[in-house]
């Protein structure tokens, strides 16, 4: 079964740390999301891409936070430095190119769980 | 802004029973696609069930049905014959069809906007 991969699938680092996580979105899903999970927040978007193009990174604090797809088998999330409020699950989720009527799907990684101390 | 409610931050259901999950939303947009997504203690976010929002039947899936009604804003889960396997987090979710090549302001094609969740027990 084709499946986005996410890693690592935990991460334990120390506030003003520098964290990169990774995800290998399904081969031919041109879309690609982060999102962060937490209780407070719930699913939040942070950013999008299009044909690698970053298309909307507006939930994304950009002062320490930065998502690049430097190819299409790869994208990244990088937060430096980190701070324990970063402490969430980060998820990445791939999907076909969208358009009105296609049967379209939205695959999610298992996520990244990053714990600042 | 479109958002997503769902008031009910947990349920509770004896294994075989039906239980309904409740969805709320706010657009002005006439067409969309509303999901409901399962994520198990394995964090792994699963499609339930997709409904389009300009098709009237509502959209089955085995045990899984919504009930759609889009002038009240309404996509409600139903689990029917419940099972331990079922016990999870559910979100229901939504977004708008985006034109190839376009963004749509507030809402970029294929992104979706999440509720806050519904925990979901179901007691053996």
């Known amino acids: 079964d084709a499946r986005v991969t996410q890693t690592p699938r935990h991460k334990v680092t120390e506030m003003g740390q520098e964290v990169t996580m990774r995800c290998q979105p399904i081969l031919g899903h041109n879309t690609v999301f982060w999102y962060r999970q937490t209780m407070m927040q719930g699913l939040e978007l942070l950013a999008y891409?299009?044909?690698?193009?970053?298309?909307?990174d507006s939930g994304m604090p950009k002062d320490r936070f930065s998502a690049e797809m430097p190819d299409a088998t790869l994208a990244t999330l990088k937060i430096q430095p980190s701070e324990p409020r970063d402490s969430a699950v980060y998820f990445c989720a791939s999907g076909p190119l969208q358009g009105r009527g296609t049967n379209e799907k939205l695959f999610f990684g298992s996520g990244t769980q990053l714990s600042v101390l | 802004a479109q958002t997503v409610t769902q008031s009910q931050p947990e349920m509770s259901v004896q294994e075989a029973e039906t239980v309904t999950l409740s969805c709320t939303y706010d657009t002005s947009e006439s067409d969309y696609y509303l999901f409901w997504y399962k994520q198990p203690p394995s964090r792994q976010m699963i499609l339930v069930i997709r409904?389009?929002?300009?098709?009237?039947q509502n959209a089955t899936e085995n045990r899984f049905s919504v009930n759609f009604q889009k002038a009240a804003k309404s996509f409600s889960l139903k689990i029917s014959d419940s099972q331990l396997g079922d016990a999870a987090m559910y979100f229901c979710a939504y977004r708008t069809p985006c034109p190839s090549g376009l963004r749509k302001t507030g809402n970029a094609g294929n992104m979706l906007t999440f509720g806050g969740g519904t925990r979901l027990m179901v007691k053996p």
């Open positions: 891409f299009r044909n690698r193009a970053p298309l909307d």
């Open positions: 409904q389009e929002a300009y098709k009237q």
